[in-house]
T-cell receptor
Framework: ETGVTQSPTHLIKTRGQQVTLRCSSQ?????VSWYQQALGQGPQFIFQ???????GRGNFPPRFSGLQFPNYSSELNVNALELDDSALYLC???????????FGSGTRLTVV | SQQGEEDPQALSIQEGENATMNCSYK?????LQWYRQNSGRGLVHLIL?????REKHSGRLRVTLDTSKKSSSLLITASRAADTASYFC???????????FGAGTRLTVKP
């Protein structure tokens, strides 16, 4: 069984640009959540998708948006990048909430 | 906003000793989970304990949950150098679909 795969692993963008991060869920998992983790902090919940519908959102502005596809893979899009968006972005999948999550290795985004 | 708060922020022990980390949270929960993270990479799920459970074991890990005190503890017995990592607690509530993490405990196990 494959785990959660995220791409790219590292990315450098300029302030004001847009970025798309990708995530392939673990086989059979229909729920995917995205997290932002700043250095030395715990992960912060961005949003969750369940069967292609947004199923919860954290305290992030609308320039953070997402998609989940029929195969349950997912994208995180961030528009108008700001320096504070520099962080590790983690994708996590689960069969359903309440069963624990499998995390990907993350995408390290640096905004300059 | 973060729900869980881990204590201590950092812990350094010798190989073979036991490590205890604590987590406190603020609201009623459905379950509480513990994760490990090595060197700022992905998190690894260790154990999930539901609100109606008081204790759970998995190998060298023992987790307790006290819902009256809104707290949990993670005990790692007979620690190894490979246990060196950051440990996070995370809570899920009945009403929300977000899993909220604390800031973590940085555990260093010296060989």
């Amino acid at each position: 069984e494959t785990g959660v795969t995220q791409s790219p692993t590292h990315l450098i963008k300029t302030r004001g640009q847009q970025v798309t991060l990708r995530c392939s869920s673990q086989s059979g998992h229909n729920t995917v959540s995205w997290y932002q983790q700043a250095l030395g902090q715990g992960p912060q919940f961005i949003f969750q998708y369940y069967r292609e519908e947004e199923n919860g959102r954290g305290n992030f502005p609308p320039r953070f948006s997402g998609l989940q596809f029929p195969n349950y893979s997912s994208e995180l899009n961030v528009n108008a990048l700001e320096l504070d968006d520099s962080a590790l972005y983690l994708c996590a999948s689960s069969l359903e909430t309440g069963y624990g999550y499998t995390f990907g290795s993350g995408t390290r985004l640096t905004v300059v | 906003s973060q729900q869980g708060e881990e204590d201590p922020q950092a812990l350094s022990i010798q190989e073979g000793e036991n490590a205890t980390m604590n987590c406190s949270y603020k609201t009623s929960i459905n379950n509480l989970q513990w994760y490990r993270q090595n060197s700022g990479r992905g998190l690894v799920h260790l154990i999930l304990i539901r609100s109606n459970e008081r204790e759970k074991h998995s190998g060298r890990l023992r987790v307790t949950l006290d819902t009256s005190k809104k707290s949990s503890s993670l005990l790692i017995t007979a620690s190894r150098a490979a246990d060196t990592a950051s440990y996070f607690c995370a809570t899920e509530t009945y009403n929300n679909n977000d899993m909220r993490f604390g800031a973590g405990t940085r555990l260093t196990v010296k060989p």
